[in-house]
């Protein structure tokens, strides 16, 4: 048994947590604030009180209103120039997981210079390393969705390839998070359904990869049993603090694995989905790819997808193998029904089994690594088989 932990981000969480702005430690003194292009951060107030409660630490701040829910390298360029240009000294992201991506990838480019596809490692990216420290990220997410307040991860398209890719680096960690479910009462149902299978499988495939161990196994196991539990809840109730108390710890737990473990090929192919239809939300594209994906997988992952349907509650009995793996196909079909995403699909969001190459082609090239996380090493035509069951449902 070996593993080697770093996770240098200060977590702050729990309700009412926000107000602790007013006083915590931050590593600047002009901030710049990243929210996403919709109305909702002035609408709910979030963005008014952070400015006022850094106001009260005589901190300034300025604000980039711009991130699409899928984010954009433009965006990430147009952001660092204004950074630059208004001498802010460290980065707030304010919202989901598309904002303090953001964030942080205008923190590698404001201290690293150049095309942020320079420092990408796969796909068309030049795979430079990242010669000086990113500026500091302080995240406050309003989501529970994609763990990234407890990750080094950050997802960008580069909307001149159509490629999504994952990046991150020891630098890109968050220096603090805060993670307050009262700011997430007014995700609704759909979105909250679709973010909270975005951490689930984060945890699921975090255990079923090839680098999964004792530390990352803790946190993906607690995050799943707790998704299992509250997620239902918190749609059916959204204004059930308990409930997105409960999600909300899952995701960041599910933030942990990814920092500890990693994702796996699923989450390739679905970037090769939202590559090419931005308008289909990641959580989405999970949930249409994950019947066919974990039938596929089961008997591939050494018993551990049995593992995951007894921490969901289901009882695997004496099997054995594949069909103790396919238990979990059972409950997660069950759940999707009880979380009312069971009836998604794929040509809602413009998605086309003609495309099925083009797809299968740009997740094994723009995220190829995350090939490399499975159990079993699939071949293009595997890939293919997967990604068509999603026309399939
Ligand atoms: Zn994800």
Request: charged letters at 20%; glycine letters at 8%; a negative charge.
């Amino acid at each position: 048994m070996s593993f080697d932990v770093h996770i240098p981000t200060r977590i702050v969480f729990g309700p009412g947590t926000l107000d602790e702005l007013a006083k915590l430690p931050l590593p600047g003194k002009k901030a710049m604030i990243v929210i996403s292009q919709g109305n909702s951060m002035r609408r709910l107030g979030f963005l008014d009180r952070v400015i006022s409660l850094l106001a009260q630490q005589n901190i300034s701040c300025e604000v980039y209103d711009k991130i699409q829910a899928n984010p954009i390298k433009r965006h990430v360029h147009e952001g660092t120039a204004l950074i630059k240009k208004l001498g802010c000294d460290f980065i707030i992201g304010l919202g989901g997981g598309s904002s303090i991506d953001s964030a942080k990838a205008m923190a590698v480019l404001v201290a690293n210079g150049g095309d942020y596809w320079d420092y990408i490692g796969t796909g068309t990216g030049k795979g430079k390393p990242l010669l000086h420290q990113p500026l500091p990220v302080v995240a406050i997410t309003t989501t529970a969705g994609t763990g990234t307040e407890a990750d080094p991860w950050t997802v960008i398209t580069n909307e001149e390839t159509n490629e999504k890719i994952g990046f991150g680096a020891k630098g890109t960690f968050p220096i603090l998070s805060i993670v307050d479910p009262e700011l997430m009462l007014s995700v609704p149902p759909t979105f909250t359904a679709y973010q909270g299978f975005d951490a689930f499988f984060h945890a699921t495939e975090g255990y079923i990869a090839n680098i999964a161990n004792e530390i990352s196994d803790l946190y993906a196991l607690k995050s799943i049993a707790l998704i299992a539990k509250w997620l239902p809840v918190a749609i059916a109730e959204p204004n059930n603090i308990e409930a997105r108390t409960h999600v909300a710890l899952a995701n960041t737990l599910s933030g942990l694995v990814e920092s500890t473990s990693s994702c796996t090929s699923s989450h390739s192919m679905e970037h090769a989905l939202s590559a090419f239809h931005p308008e289909m939300p990641h959580g989405v594209g999970l949930i249409l790819l994950s019947e066919g994906y974990y039938r596929f997988f089961a008997g591939k992952v050494d018993g551990r997808m049995g593992d995951i349907a007894e921490t969901m509650g289901w009882s695997v009995g004496e099997k054995r193998g594949r069909e103790r793996d396919l238990i979990f196909v059972d409950a997660l079909l069950d759940f999707q029904k009880k979380c009312h995403v069971d009836t998604l699909q794929a040509s809602d969001y413009g998605a086309s089994s003609t495309k099925l190459e083009n797809y299968a082609h740009n997740a094994r090239t723009a995220m190829s690594r995350l090939f490399t996380m499975d159990r079993y090493t699939l071949s293009f035509a595997e890939t293919k088989e997967i990604i068509n069951t999603i026309f399939e449902r």
